[in-house]
């Protein structure tokens, strides 16, 4: 059965919600960049002695905590009168580990020890919360937001976060600089609290009312086992969804290179660690260009033609830091990188939202995000086995290279929706 289509809310209360909408991504994702995951994090933990497969995950730590989650909670999200308190209540506590690292790490003096597993932790554990928010705020927000200014909507996020990590890579090259190490991380941990803080406010003004929620028939789960058992085959029965979970595993070239970018940078110049924060700014400068692209490619054309920019980006990115051996192509280097992933990103939320039939949304968008998990683990395991057992960061750009040539030929496999509508299985 088709779910009935919901009355359109009023214009201004579009707009507020679009807004908001835009403010709160924006933020929480511009407070990250105080301990950027692509730059910061993997530095941060080769000096506090961290191994080599540690350094990899570090840019996936929190994403793969949030989609690790979702999944196990979707039966009681769909089942949600309202989606707004559930995500206010859940999205207060993931924020609260940052404020609470950052104390402990500014105000304790003999920390050394457990300096490192707390650095580790403190993204593991707020995204597993978070991960009981995000099916719940991807409902609410694709139900909110009309669907062809979802595209923009993304890229407008993108660019409120680039904007703060023009700022954010200042501040963190002063902090480096004129602050202990453990005392800066700790005033970059609170940073990144102050603006996730703010982001959380943001939603207060969110408009949510009978408009926004779509009558969808219950589904017959029966026994939480049963349930469990039945997404296989919900996933066999969306083709499409099947072949974009392996175009995203193989898209994760960006990340497998990103891991050991800083310290290959660092190394080959020989500049102090302070001069991260150069990096942190020019891949924001990056993320303002591909997110304008990316919003207005995403308005007209949809999702996919920007995941496959986005593997030719990641071609390109893999030969230039495989062959550069100055500071200045470095920061071109962190330029490109944020180009190309936001490019990415934008192009994959458009695409994976669209895809999905609206009956059954929230649980393949969490089903979605699992499967994530694996790719996140698995592509970030392997570059760090392969620069464990060879020491070279040529080889590891290599793989992520030859996995983006895999992930073009899959998407040649999947329809735009816009462009193709397809028939989607309830």
């Given amino acids: 059965m088709s779910a009935t289509v919901p009355q359109q809310p009023h214009s201004h209360a579009v707009r507020r919600n679009f807004i908001c909408h835009c403010l709160e991504g924006g933020l929480y994702m511009g407070g990250t960049a105080f301990l950027a995951p692509e730059s910061v994090l993997p530095k941060m933990v080769e000096t506090l002695g961290g191994r080599a497969w540690i350094i990899a995950m570090m840019p996936i730590l929190l994403p793969a905590a949030f989609a690790s989650v979702g ?23 993931q924020r609260l580990p940052y404020l609470i690292t950052g104390l402990i790490l500014l105000y304790s003096d003999r920390i050394e020890g457990i300096l490192l597993p707390i650095v ?10 978070g991960g009981m928010t995000v099916v719940a705020w991807m409902e609410m927000v694709t139900r909110m937001v009309p669907e062809r200014a979802r595209a923009a909507g993304w890229a407008v996020r993108y660019i409120i976060q680039a904007v703060i990590g023009v700022l954010a890579g200042a501040v963190i090259h002063f902090v480096l600089t004129h ?3 453990h005392e800066a991380y700790g005033w970059l941990h609170l940073a990144v609290f102050a603006l996730l803080l703010v982001s959380w406010v943001s939603q207060l003004f969110m408009h949510e009312d009978e408009h926004h929620r779509q009558r969808l028939p219950a589904q017959p789960y029966g026994p939480y086992l049963d349930y469990l ?29 990103v891991s050991f970018l800083t310290i290959h940078a660092l190394n080959v110049t020989g500049r102090p660690e302070a001069d991260e924060g ?43 830091v495989a062959l550069t051996g100055s500071f200045t192509g470095f920061m071109l280097s962190y330029f490109v990188l944020g180009f190309g992933l936001f490019l990415d990103r934008v192009g994959d939320l458009t695409l994976a939202a669209e895809l ?7 649980t393949l968008q969490a089903l979605l995000g699992f499967c994530n998990v694996f790719a996140f683990l698995l592509s970030t395991f392997i570059s ?9 960061f040529q080889a590891v750009t290599a793989v992520a290279a030859l996995f983006a040539i895999i992930s073009m030929l899959i998407l040649r496999g999947i329809p735009e929706p816009r462009l193709a509508p397809i028939q989607k299985n309830s």
């Fill in 71 to 93: 999944i196990f909670i979707a039966p009681v999200v769909e089942r949600l009168p309202r989606f707004k308190p559930w995500v206010l209540t859940f999205g207060f506590l």
């Fill in 120 to 129: 580790v932790l403190t993204p593991v554990i707020s995204g597993l919360i």
């Fill in 179 to 181: 602050y202990p190490k």
């Fill in 229 to 257: 058992r039945s997404l296989p085959g919900l996933l066999r029965s969306q083709p499409y969804l099947v072949k974009l979970v392996f175009a995203r595993f193989t898209g994760m070239g960006y990340l497998m290179v």
């Fill in 278 to 320: 150069r990096f942190v700014t020019c891949q924001a400068i990056g993320v303002v260009l591909g997110s304008l692209l990316a919003g207005w490619v995403g308005y007209k054309c949809g999702g996919k033609i920007l995941l496959q920019a986005s593997r030719i980006v990641c071609l390109g990115l893999c030969l230039w």
């Fill in 356 to 362: 999905c039939p609206a009956e059954r949304r929230s």
């Fill in 384 to 392: 760090g086995q392969i620069y464990a057992w060879t020491h070279s």
